[in-house]
């Protein structure tokens, strides 16, 4: 549920960009990037999108794009780096339980484009 | 044409909550988030740590913010301690708290005479994880009639707790549950966890939690 609520932050952060920009064309995509440690539903954060993108000046065929990162840790004890594939925080290599988490916890608007036409 | 942005989609909640950390910092007080499904017993919870915190002199106050009505919120009243509603919709309402609903519950307090200040989060295992309160420490309450495999089907949320309170731990006899499984799964999200086993019910446990919590201040 917390979709519909990056939702509506994504709406309000690309309507201060286009504002900033000076704007007046449509925009075509917005392109977001959430990392898998977000928990983020595709389809639920899509849906949330169209709703409310809904009567927005310039947004109206607005096309959200996503991309997910995947989890990477590494290993503040032996330096190993290693994609999570099941949600196990600790190193594979030395199994040791003081890692960092180098990607996979993102949740950014990276980019947005504006329709040419 | 495209233009690069590269902005954090919750940067404005970020924001508040750093401010929170800061009015804290200033006025002296810890805030504690507390969250969890929905009946796990937090409540219950609260209702037998905020007794034995007084007891040690130390001054609390909660910020009520689990939905629909306000049952939690004159339960926690009763022990006399001051206690901020969160106005959520009557029906349905929000997934969780955000630092923009924090921020103006906190200002209701006398926050000079103030040690410890819990929030009840939402009941919600998901959202509650992804915003960021303010808070300077996070509790995860989980009992024993939920299932062992909670930690790894919401691992943001134990990942962002410091301490795992495992709830209803006077059911054992009656329930299949396996606490060690449990304690392993919490562990696999979250090595550097603090976990603490107790019944709310019963008082079980009721030391060691106190003692971990005043710890965190």
């Known amino acids: 549920m917390h979709e519909l609520q990056i939702a509506t932050n994504i709406i309000s952060i690309v309507e201060e960009e286009i504002r900033k920009a000076g704007k007046t064309e449509d925009i075509e995509f917005v392109y977001f990037i959430a990392g898998k440690m977000r928990a983020i539903i595709p389809e639920s954060l899509q849906f949330s999108f169209d709703v409310m993108k809904r009567d927005k000046p310039y947004l109206e065929d607005a ?3 996503i991309s997910e990162i995947p989890i990477k840790i590494r290993c503040k004890n032996c330096k190993a780096e290693h994609t999570l594939n099941e949600p196990v925080f600790r190193c594979e290599t030395c199994s040791s339980p003081e890692i960092e988490i180098i990607s ?8 947005i484009e504006f329709s040419d036409t | 044409m495209k233009i690069q942005i590269v902005r954090d989609v919750l940067e404005a ?5 750093g401010d929170i950390r800061n009015i804290a910092k200033k006025e002296g007080f810890t805030l504690v988030n507390i969250m969890s499904s929905p009946g796990s017993g937090k409540t219950t919870l609260l209702e037998r740590l905020i007794p034995a915190l007084t007891n040690k002199e130390i001054r609390t106050a909660v910020i009520e913010g689990d939905i629909t009505t306000t049952a939690d919120a004159e339960r926690i009243a009763r022990m006399n301690i001051p206690v901020a509603q969160i106005n959520t919709e009557s029906f349905g309402g929000d997934c969780h708290l955000g630092a923009e609903v924090i921020l103006p519950a906190l200002h209701q307090f006398d926050l ?37 495999d909670k930690p790894l089907k919401y691992p943001l949320m134990f990942r962002v707790c410091q301490i795992a309170v495992i709830n209803k731990i006077d059911l054992l006899p009656h329930l299949r549950f396996d606490i060690q499984i449990l304690e392993e799964n919490i562990r696999k999200i979250n090595p550097m966890m603090k976990i603490v086993s107790c019944s709310a019910q019963t008082g079980e446990g009721f ?3 106190t003692k971990l919590v005043i710890a965190k201040r």
């Open chain 2, 13 to 17: 909640n970020d924001q508040l909550a």
């Open chain 1, 63 to 65: 096309e959200l794009k």
């Open chain 2, 112 to 148: 000079n005479n103030l040690d410890l200040i819990f929030i009840e989060n939402v009941g919600n295992l998901v959202c509650p994880a992804e915003f960021d309160t303010g808070a300077n420490v996070n509790i995860v309450v989980i009992s024993t009639t939920e299932g062992e």
């Open chain 2, 207 to 209: 030391d060691q939690l």
């Open chain 1, 104 to 111: 996979g916890d993102e949740l950014y608007i990276d980019s």
